[in-house]
């Protein structure tokens, strides 16, 4: 059996491609998440002069609300680490509080069709006369992962929602939602009316 020369030179350039590319083992990896640093909880008081005042974040920063300037008493908690904000928005009850507590749940029925989950948790404080409703919005693609409101159920009335400043992708977010959502739920906690 006669191989010829070029054969011999075409087998021979395959078995070296075959050889090199054994002695890599590529394995593609999965896509990853940048790790995320979250600072420690610590806590100062909001300005005590607005009909309620909470505790926030010292590494958050409270802003009027640029979207509603002629709301004198609207907030936002900026988180500039994380392109986050909480909306705070201020209403008077007058003989009106059925119609806030229906925006309430119309603003959150909205992520509805993104939603995986919405959990309600009922918050009851007799003792500062706060009364509420947490909704936690569970699925990657919800805008607003945490809102919340509380009133005393005769004068004030306060809502609150978690945003982005970013593309929802709440898989990749959960750890920075759970940190800004114990912020909230300290807000919450250290409300009062004035």
């Known amino acids: 059996m006669i191989i010829s020369l070029k054969k011999i030179w075409k087998y021979s350039i395959i078995i070296s491609i075959i050889m090199i ?9 999965p ?5 995320i640093d979250l600072p420690e909880h610590t806590y100062k008081l909001s ?9 926030y974040p010292v590494y958050t920063y ?6 509603n300037p002629n709301q004198k008493y609207w907030l ?14 201020y209403k008077e009850i007058d003989n009106n509080l059925i119609t806030y507590l229906e925006d309430s749940y119309t603003l959150v029925s909205k992520h509805i069709p993104k939603a995986e989950d ?7 404080d007799r003792g500062r006369n706060v ?14 992962p945490y809102q919340f409101f509380v ?35 300290h807000l919450i906690n250290t409300i009062q009316w004035n």
Do not use: M
């Open 21 to 29: 590319s054994c002695d890599q083992n590529y394995t593609p990896l």
């Open 31 to 35: 896509r990853g998440y940048f790790r």
């Open 47 to 55: 300005d005590t002069t607005l009909p309620y005042y909470f505790e």
């Open 62 to 67: 409270l802003q009027s609300s640029p979207q």
């Open 76 to 89: 936002n908690i900026e988180y500039p680490q994380f392109k986050a904000t909480v909306f705070l928005s």
């Open 118 to 124: 919405i959990s309600e948790s009922l918050i009851v």
């Open 131 to 144: 009364y509420g409703l947490i909704y936690k919005i569970e699925g990657s693609g919800a805008a607003s």
């Open 151 to 185: 009133t005393d159920s005769a004068s004030h009335f306060l809502r609150g929602a978690l945003y982005f400043n970013i593309v929802p992708n709440n898989d990749s977010l959960e750890p920075v939602i759970n940190f800004i959502s114990e912020d909230i739920e």
